[in-house]
């Protein structure tokens, strides 16, 4: 009897150390996972799942589209193994997975604009990016402080989130770390930000490009219509021969100057499902999706053709 009884805890405890082993049941093509992508992202990111799982029936991506400060946040808590944000981790955020026996990555997937967009009653449609500095840090606050001759009266800007990657682009690479003027509006959602900047003729939205595709143009050569998509010169005067839209060739080339790396941040010891997404989004296959998308697809060539009129 004691015999027995031995046995039986010996078999108990075998068996808690399985399951403990054994958290993660997911493989490489197969299972249920959770996964956190910066809401920038989400028309490009739903559209990969949906190819994703049709090529793969027995694999459940459950997708949280959430700012990048939450999704990078349920990385470094391992509630998530897989995240989609504008940058790496920090040299801080590596050290602390690694303290818990990980290895994180990171590889580059596209590369995406941010785009500036007004009211379609806005007659002034070229800025320079010293001149949305101005704007973003509050020295200018009134359209005639940019274009003299605006009757618009007081820009308001709107972003999307204030813990979004759009927000941090704005103060790391536009404003070069200076803080943001307090007096600067936040929606709640992309679209939220195109439906104020629609229908608010002194309205100036900051967003994600591929918001804005016109999915009917498979060219990439056209936005949404509710608003206008400003052209932006690096110079100091902007001029239509030297201010770029966000269009893919502008992108590529380096044209267009408000530009920014989207990457994925994978934490997967077993190489198992959030490797298996990963390298499907780096395949030719789901770099096509970014193609499509408007943006700059990293590990696939991109073919740009010139035409003349």
Same mark, same amino acid.
């Given at each position: 009897m004691i015999k027995l009884c031995w046995l039986l805890l010996a078999l108990?405890? !075998?068996?808690?150390?399985?399951?403990?082993?054994?958290?993660?049941? +997911?493989?490489?093509?197969e299972g249920v996972i959770p996964i956190a992508v910066d809401v920038n992202f989400q028309p490009?990111?739903?559209?990969?799942?949906? !190819?994703?799982?049709?090529? %793969?029936?027995?694999a459940g991506i459950v997708p949280t589209y959430t700012s990048e400060v939450e999704a990078i /946040?349920?990385?470094?808590?391992? $509630?998530?193994?897989? !995240?989609?944000a504008t940058r790496a981790l920090s040299a801080n955020e590596e050290a602390s997975l690694r303290s818990k026996k990980f290895s994180p990555r990171s590889f580059? #997937?596209?590369?995406?604009? !941010?785009?500036?967009?007004?009211?379609?009653?806005n007659p002034d449609s070229l800025i320079t990016v010293s001149q949305i500095r101005s704007i973003l840090t509050g020295e200018k606050t009134n359209w005639k402080d940019i274009f003299p001759g605006s009757k618009l009266g007081k820009i308001q800007v709107v972003f999307d989130n204030k813990n979004s990657s759009t927000v941090r682009y704005a103060i790391d690479s536009i404003c070069?770390? @200076?803080?943001? $003027?307090?007096?600067? /509006?936040?929606?709640?959602?992309? #679209?939220? @930000?195109? +439906?104020?900047?629609?229908?608010?003729?002194n309205a100036i939205g900051i967003i994600g490009v591929n918001w804005?595709?016109?999915r009917k143009d498979t060219t990439n050569l056209s936005f949404k219509n509710e608003v206008r998509v400003m052209?932006?010169?690096?110079?100091?005067?902007?001029?239509?021969?030297?201010?770029?839209?966000?269009?893919?060739? %502008?992108?590529?080339?380096?044209? %267009?100057?408000?530009?920014?790396? @989207?990457? @994925?941040?994978?934490?997967?010891?077993?190489?198992?499902?959030p490797s298996g997404l990963t390298k499907f989004l780096t395949s030719d296959r789901g770099q096509r999706i970014i193609l499509k998308s408007g943006l700059v697809p990293f590990t696939q060539p991109v073919r740009i053709v010139h035409i003349k009129e």
């Amino acid at each position: 009897m004691i015999k027995l009884c031995w046995l039986l805890l010996a078999l108990l405890l !075998v068996s808690c150390e399985t399951k403990n082993k054994d958290r993660f049941t +997911d493989t490489y093509t197969e299972g249920v996972i959770p996964i956190a992508v910066d809401v920038n992202f989400q028309p490009i990111m739903q559209e990969e799942l949906d !190819v994703f799982e049709a090529i %793969y029936p027995k694999a459940g991506i459950v997708p949280t589209y959430t700012s990048e400060v939450e999704a990078i /946040n349920l990385l470094l808590k391992d $509630s998530v193994r897989f !995240v989609i944000a504008t940058r790496a981790l920090s040299a801080n955020e590596e050290a602390s997975l690694r303290s818990k026996k990980f290895s994180p990555r990171s590889f580059k #997937l596209a590369t995406d604009g !941010v785009a500036l967009i007004t009211n379609n009653g806005n007659p002034d449609s070229l800025i320079t990016v010293s001149q949305i500095r101005s704007i973003l840090t509050g020295e200018k606050t009134n359209w005639k402080d940019i274009f003299p001759g605006s009757k618009l009266g007081k820009i308001q800007v709107v972003f999307d989130n204030k813990n979004s990657s759009t927000v941090r682009y704005a103060i790391d690479s536009i404003c070069n770390g @200076v803080p943001l $003027s307090d007096k600067l /509006n936040a929606q709640k959602t992309n #679209l939220e @930000v195109i +439906d104020f900047v629609s229908k608010t003729p002194n309205a100036i939205g900051i967003i994600g490009v591929n918001w804005l595709g016109d999915r009917k143009d498979t060219t990439n050569l056209s936005f949404k219509n509710e608003v206008r998509v400003m052209g932006v010169s690096s110079e100091a005067v902007a001029t239509s021969a030297n201010s770029y839209k966000p269009y893919q060739a %502008y992108l590529f080339y380096g044209y %267009y100057p408000l530009t920014r790396s @989207v990457f @994925v941040i994978l934490n997967d010891p077993r190489s198992s499902l959030p490797s298996g997404l990963t390298k499907f989004l780096t395949s030719d296959r789901g770099q096509r999706i970014i193609l499509k998308s408007g943006l700059v697809p990293f590990t696939q060539p991109v073919r740009i053709v010139h035409i003349k009129e």
